[in-house]
């Protein structure tokens, strides 16, 4: 185990009555970074939280802190504490009782209490609410006590549940950016649990994404955003075209009835596979210029680009996100770089794909 | 690990509940089943289904029918009305009250308001009617019962209303259906919850509670209650007072069953 | 328009006087100094000084509010442990199982709660008196307490216990710091309940009570079934001031934990 790693699962089950929650979870978390857990409800995300907080136990397997196991460690004493998605500040205190509620647990001075929560105060940028009660604050404000309840024990891992879902985008935006800075000022390590794939991408340094209950893939946002595992993968994080395709043979892939030149390698030849294309990296053309050509179906005005939803003869659906404006029921063409084709194996699990795409890269520095 | 250090809630709540309400219920049916003398016997049950205490339980609930009945008359309207006004908490609030000052003291009033010389009878002899009998009549002791009771119809009813959405009158209103047809139709069957809890609060109390009887009615109403008390406090035969218990269980459990769980909640002890 | 805005106020206003108007003429004639509830004769005040003159009253005064007064803090006691209980108790089975109990001496009839606990005081050899009648609105307040507490422990966001765990706290110091700081406003309005529920009991009292201990309400009672007394008017005046005040108490205890949850019909 490297130095640099805080907390490891290993081979973690979790299950309720017969409903397995966690499937065999191994993953480690290393000191000083941003993770986020991204999955739909009930992927399995907020139970890992729990169990690093220890509001659950395992059914099986380990849970490692600081190299310790801690499966059997209450949560009160952990080194971790929570933000909750809810808050779940004491309505019965103030901002400045709730702060020092942990501090008064571990019987700190009195002066020392009220310096440490001034300063976590000042942290959060809610100095001088020491006073307030909490249904008089917004809930921004309640966020900021939220997490200065948490960083004031200075715990070395902090855990947010959903933390930003309860407010509205233009707060949670600039939450987001907040949070952000907050973790790189304080320097600890933050696991943050979301179902907002662009929160996630926004923030972190290392995303796991999940779903029923196993890590489908980890890696830093570009990694993830450019390389998904699977189709799961591909159409939780962003929008994407997924199609079935064959792999001819290296470089050469085929679907929509043509064949195309692309980057991938090492498949087996007339390996079925599912090609992505994302929204973005889709251009139109006129209708004999284009590598694939549809019909346009309808059209959306987003703000900063068109969405543009065609069709092509074989009844697969293209959304493309363009500057140009397209027109209903004309017919168009559709241009993308080689490199815009990113293929996804059946069935290939973790390890496979990093193995594959590690090759590539090599092959890359080879040329 | 975490459950075991619960349990010790438990302890002194389920010893209230195994003296409490367990225990007096079991004693209630064994007493049932001894005569005078503690021997065993069915001759209490024997008792019971003779015509005198069948011709009992027949007027006892028919009475606690009509109490219900007249309640229910009286106080739908009244919840209805309240959901109207302006300040509809601090009127239910005002309703309420009166059901706060002890009961007996106001069957009390009723003795001088249904007095020889009482303000009723003043009322009758100016109507040309000529002063009556209404005390110890079964005609005040529904009337004094239906008095006592009307706030414990209001504020299930009250609260049914309340909670209705008003866009589904609107709604009905809408659609043309007319005052009468959208009470029929969608403000009455939304609100029967509360019609049953009511009924439920009235009925059961109107079987069992002895002072009205005694007070008001003299011997002119026998009701469960007034037998129960009699066979407990008078007479001294707890058996056959612990079988009429039994029965008046029975009649309790199927009236709830029949009115629906929801009324316990809501209206307070009777 | 007009007359059908008419009806419903003119409605209203004689099921309100109805209400009130028994209230009030008991209040009415307590100053009369014909003594009878009829052909008001003269203001008086001697019915007042009567029931302050009168030792015995007084004693049942004061026995009748020691007695609620005990009973309710023993019963918020064993009902705040009993929600607690039920709160935690995992089973939905057994659940509802101690919730169903727990109604039981709620919906049951006076007189069958007073007649089963007469049985049961005689079983186990407590002497009526005091103790029986203590004894018995405990029971019977029990119940009410954890109605009135249950809601606010439900309504808490188990979140808020985890949180306090993830600080550090004891599982005591999560029940001292957080549950018990935030169903306050339940307990006092589960005490506030028994205390009025005891204050008000006839029925129960009636059965458990022996010879030498009598509460205001049966004594009420007893006065009544002789007839009409003017003292008991008096005496009525007196305890719908001090019920007036009470709801008043309730009110903005009720008030602060936000919404009148309790208030109910009474007996």
Same mark, same amino acid.
């Given at each position: 185990m490297s130095d640099n790693t805080i907390i490891q699962f290993d081979q973690v089950t979790k299950k309720f009555d017969d409903a397995i929650v966690l499937d065999s979870v191994s993953f480690k978390i290393e000191r000083g970074k941003f993770y986020t857990l991204l999955g739909p409800s009930g992927c399995g995300k907020t139970t890992i939280l729990r169990l690093i907080a220890g509001f659950t136990e395992p059914s099986s397997g380990s849970i490692y802190f600081d190299g310790k196991v801690i499966n059997d460690v209450p949560a009160n004493k952990r080194q971790v504490n929570t933000v909750f998605q809810?808050?779940? &500040?004491?309505?019965? &205190?103030n901002v400045f009782e709730n702060v020092a509620f942990g501090l008064k647990i571990k019987k700190m001075k009195k002066a020392v209490i009220g310096e440490k929560v001034k300063e976590a105060l000042k942290f959060v940028n809610l100095e001088g609410y020491e006073n307030r009660e909490i249904n008089e604050m917004s809930g921004g404000q309640r966020q900021r006590v939220a997490i200065a309840r948490a960083i004031v024990n200075e715990p070395e891992v902090i855990l947010l549940d959903e933390p930003l879902s309860a407010l509205d985008l233009k707060l949670r935006t600039e939450m987001q950016y907040e949070l952000r800075e907050l973790q790189q000022r304080l320097g600890i390590t933050f696991i943050f649990v979301t179902h907002d794939q662009e929160e996630a991408l926004a923030m972190s340094d290392e995303i796991f994404v999940l779903n029923h209950g196993i890590i489908q893939q980890s890696g830093t946002p570009t990694d993830i955003y450019d390389e998904p595992i699977n189709r799961f993968v591909a159409d939780f994080i962003g929008e994407s075209n997924i199609t079935a395709g064959v792999?001819?043979?290296?470089y050469k892939v085929s679907f929509a009835g043509k064949e195309f030149i692309c980057v991938d390698r090492g498949l087996n030849s007339n390996e079925p596979i599912e090609i992505v294309i994302r929204p973005e990296d889709l251009a139109i053309t006129v209708r004999d210029e284009g590598k694939l050509r549809v019909r346009v179906d309808s059209q959306l005005f987003r703000g900063v680009h068109y969405e543009i939803c065609c069709y092509d003869e074989f009844e697969n659906e293209w959304l493309v996100h363009s500057t140009k404006k397209a027109t209903v029921g004309e017919e168009i063409g559709l241009t993308f770089d080689s490199e815009a084709i990113h293929v996804m194996r059946f069935n290939e699990s973790e390890e496979e794909f990093d193995k594959r795409l590690e090759a590539y890269v090599e092959k890359d520095h080879a040329n | 690990m975490q459950t075991k250090s619960r349990n010790f809630y438990l302890f002194p709540y389920t010893f209230w509940i195994a003296l409490f309400v367990l225990a007096p219920l079991g004693l209630v049916l064994f007493y049932s089943f001894t005569d005078l003398n503690g021997e065993f016997t069915l001759g209490n049950y024997g008792a019971f289904f003779t015509s005198t205490y069948l011709q009992l339980t027949l007027s006892s609930f028919w009475y606690a029918f009509l109490i219900a009945i007249f309640s229910l008359l009286v106080a739908y309207p009244t919840a209805l009305l309240l959901t109207k006004t302006k300040h509809k908490q601090l009127w239910l609030l005002l309703i309420i009250v009166p059901s706060w000052i002890n009961l007996l003291l106001k069957v009390y009033a009723f003795l001088g308001i249904f007095g020889t010389y009482g303000p009723v009878n003043a009322l009758l002899e100016v109507a040309g009617i000529g002063p009556q009998q209404l005390l110890f009549t079964d005609f005040s002791f529904v009337l004094v019962s239906v008095y006592i009771f009307i706030p414990f119809m209001i504020l299930p009813i009250f609260n049914a209303l309340d909670k209705l959405n008003p866009s589904i009158v609107d709604a009905s209103r809408d659609l043309g259906a007319s005052s009468w047809t959208t009470f029929r139709h969608v403000i009455f069957p939304l609100t029967i919850d509360g019609v049953r809890a009511g009924c439920q609060l009235v009925f059961i109390p109107s079987l069992s509670l002895f002072m009205i009887t005694r007070l008001i009615a003299g011997n002119q109403v026998t009701t469960l209650g007034t037998a129960i008390e009699q066979h407990f406090l008078v007479t001294q035969n707890w058996g056959m007072g612990a079988t009429i218990a039994v029965f008046l269980i029975i009649a309790m459990v199927i009236i709830m069953f029949l009115t629906g769980k929801r009324g316990m909640t809501n209206g307070k002890k009777a | 328009m007009e007359k059908k805005r008419k009806w419903p106020a003119i409605y209203l206003s004689i099921v309100f006087v109805i209400l009130y108007a028994p209230i009030f003429y008991l209040m009415y004639y307590s100053f009369n100094s014909a003594g009878t509830m009829y052909s008001f004769d003269g203001f008086t005040l001697d019915w007042y000084r009567e029931v302050f003159q009168d030792t015995r009253l007084l004693v049942i005064v004061l026995n009748t509010v020691i007695n609620a007064l005990l009973s309710a803090v023993v019963s918020t006691i064993i009902g705040v442990f009993g929600a607690l209980a039920i709160m935690y108790v995992k089973t939905q089975r057994i659940k509802n199982t101690l919730l169903s109990l727990n109604n039981v001496l709620i919906v049951s009839p006076d007189v069958i709660i007073g007649a089963s606990f007469l049985i049961l005081f005689t079983i186990i050899g407590i002497q009526l008196g005091f103790t029986s009648v203590l004894l018995a609105h405990i029971a019977f307040s029990v119940p009410i307490v954890v109605i009135m507490v249950l809601p606010k422990l439900q309504e808490m966001s188990p979140a808020l216990i985890d949180a306090a765990r993830d600080l550090g706290a004891s599982r005591f110091e999560v029940l001292s710091k957080v549950i018990l700081p935030y169903i306050t406003p339940g307990i006092f309005a589960g005490f506030f309940m028994a205390l009025t529920y005891s204050l008000d009991d006839f029925a129960v009292t009636f059965f458990v009570t022996g010879n030498g201990f009598t509460t205001l309400s049966v004594e009420i009672y007893s006065l009544a079934r002789q007839g009409v007394s003017l003292t008991i008017n008096a005496l009525s005046t007196i305890i719908f001031l001090v019920t007036i005040g009470l709801v008043i108490g309730y009110y903005f205890i009720s008030r602060q934990s936000g919404?009148?949850?309790?208030m109910g019909v009474r007996k």
């Open positions: 809810d808050y779940a &500040l004491f309505p019965h &205190l792999m001819i043979e290296d | - | 919404g009148l949850t309790g």
